[in-house]
Nanobody
Framework: QVQLVESGGGSVQPGDSLTLSCVGS????????MFWYRQVPGKGREFVAE???????RYADSVNGRFVISRDIDRKTMFLQMNNLKPDDTAVYYC?????????WGQGTQVTVSE
């Protein structure tokens, strides 16, 4: 059974950094493309970043240059290092994995950026 569990969210001030984690289980971690998405109330989930099985990465324009996606296969964990956070980054952040043509989501972790 595929499971994704996010952690690391919190409340920070503008300009601060935060690192999110997503632990995966039930699938061959590192073999599939994985993503970070985020969602604010009243809007759909927004793509943030992806990392492929070959460790290729892609970012949304809004976070490019500030966020870094990575993963540790031995620890079965994907990370999102978020730097220079802005109030517009406030959202619930979700990790997603596409495994054998099925999509799996974690439960989400809240990130709040405010003065």
């Amino acid at each position: 059974q595929v499971q994704l569990v996010e952690s690391g969210g919190g409340s920070v001030q503008p300009g601060d950094s935060l690192t999110l984690s997503c632990v995966g289980s039930g699938f061959r971690f590192g073999h599939y493309i994985m993503f970070w998405y985020r969602q604010v109330p009243g809007k759909g989930r927004e793509f943030v970043a992806e990392i492929t099985s070959l460790d290729g990465t892609r970012y949304a324009d809004s976070v490019n240059g500030r966020f870094v996606i990575s993963r540790d296969i031995d620890r079965k964990t994907m990370f999102l290092q978020m730097n220079n956070l802005k109030p517009d980054d406030t959202a619930v952040y979700y990790c997603k994995a596409d495994v054998d043509m099925q999509t799996y989501w974690g439960q989400g972790t809240q990130v709040t950026v405010s003065e």
